[in-house]
């Protein structure tokens, strides 16, 4: 069973930054892939980013690519999203995800949510 925690949220104006974290729980976090998800209002959850077990790969949304960055502390067992330059649409409620395998989705096939926290980007 692995709990996640997500912080870091809050208001920014556009092209500021923000750092969203995730601190979980239990003994599987080195040996899960952990991705980041984000929902708006109306619209149905995507894809942000996600980062191996070890941290050696990754893989983003192309909406975020060279903007965002996920990075991960096994010892810590934290993972993180640095956003930057963000813009308007990057508003929603940001998801911390944990899965319990070696391969890295991009779909909501993850085993373990967070309950979210909030970024507003304003203009």
């Known amino acids: 069973q692995v709990q996640l925690v997500e912080s870091g949220g809050g208001l920014v104006q556009a092209g500021g930054s923000l750092r969203l974290s995730c601190a979980a729980s239990g003994r599987t976090f080195s040996s899960s892939v952990m991705g980041w998800f984000r929902q708006a209002p109306g619209k149905e959850r995507e894809f942000v980013a996600a980062?191996?077990?070890?941290?050696?790969?990754?893989d983003y949304a192309d909406s975020v690519k060279g903007r965002f960055t996920i990075s991960r502390d096994n010892a810590k067992n934290t993972v993180y999203l640095q956003m930057n330059s963000l813009k308007p649409e990057d508003t929603a409620v940001y998801y911390c995800?944990?899965?319990?395998?070696?391969?890295?989705?991009?779909?909501?096939?993850?085993?373990?949510w967070g309950q979210g926290t909030q970024v507003t980007v304003s203009s």
């Open positions: 995800a944990a899965r319990r395998s070696f391969i890295i989705v991009t779909t909501t096939s993850y085993d373990y």
């Open positions: 980062i191996s077990r070890n941290g050696g790969s990754t």
